[in-house]
């Protein structure tokens, strides 16, 4: 079966401080995941994907299959980083399987 | 943002009525989809369309249908909404080109069954 578990609901940090949103995942096959976003009053919309090892707004996010994990990182939050985080695993018919979500609150 | 707009963007009714939710887009993208978000649960798929009336289940597929009659055209369709069916709902649409498996979202559709 493919799960995406987050095990935080709420992450809470101050401004400049790093940021671990933690996601695992549990696939058969080779997985593909994703880091969605959600900022308030707009769209959910696509962070990075593994596949591309890209780094957007200074997130970044390895895929560690031993460890089944694909956690996002951040060295320095920024307030603008506050918003809900969604990790997801690409199933068949590009089925997207979300995690239960992150929300990332960066304080002043 | 992707060409997908979605209508009532709020609904309240009462329980025991039909409600249809409609997804509109202009990318003539493939797959289309409809998930619900609640807290604690994060979304959840209810069903995908591959194609012009290709449609099939997701997880959370009970007490709902839906239709796809046009490429453009994906209907979520309550027969007899309930309470639990609360939640909002987004709809995103794919072109399935390999290895990007990025979905775009609509705005969502906030539906209150009371």
């Known amino acids: 079966a493919q799960r995406v578990t987050q095990p935080e609901k709420l992450l809470s940090v101050f401004k400049g401080a790093p940021v671990e949103l933690k996601c695992n995942y549990s696939?058969?096959?080779?997985?593909?995941l994703f880091w969605y976003v959600q900022y308030s009053r707009q769209r959910l919309q696509l962070l990075l994907r593994?596949?591309s090892r890209e780094s957007i707004k200074g997130f970044t996010a390895d895929l560690n299959k031993g460890e089944t994990s694909f956690h996002l990182k951040k060295p320095f939050a920024q307030e603008e980083d506050s918003a809900m985080y969604y990790c997801a695993l690409n199933g068949s018919f590009q089925k997207l399987v979300f995690g239960t979500g992150t929300r990332l609150l960066v304080s002043p | 943002d992707a060409g997908i707009t979605q209508s009532p963007r709020h609904k309240v009714t009462e329980t025991g009525t039909p409600v249809t939710l409609r997804c509109h887009q202009t990318?003539?993208?493939?797959?289309m989809y409809w998930y619900r978000q609640d807290p604690g649960h994060g979304l959840r798929l209810i069903h995908y369309?591959?194609?012009?009336?290709?449609?099939d289940k997701g997880e959370v597929s009970d007490g709902y249908s839906v239709s796809r009659s046009k490429t453009e055209d994906f209907l979520l369709t309550l027969e007899s909404a309930t309470s639990s069916q609360t939640s909002v709902y987004f709809c995103?649409?794919?072109?399935?080109?390999?290895?990007?498996?990025?979905?775009?979202f609509g705005e969502g559709s906030r539906l209150t069954v009371l």
């Open positions: 995103a649409i794919s072109e399935a080109r390999a290895g990007t498996g990025e979905l775009f």
């Open positions: 696939y058969s096959g080779s997985p593909e």
């Open positions: 593994h596949i």
């Open positions: 990318e003539n993208h493939r797959y």
């Open positions: 369309s591959y194609g012009v009336k290709d449609t």
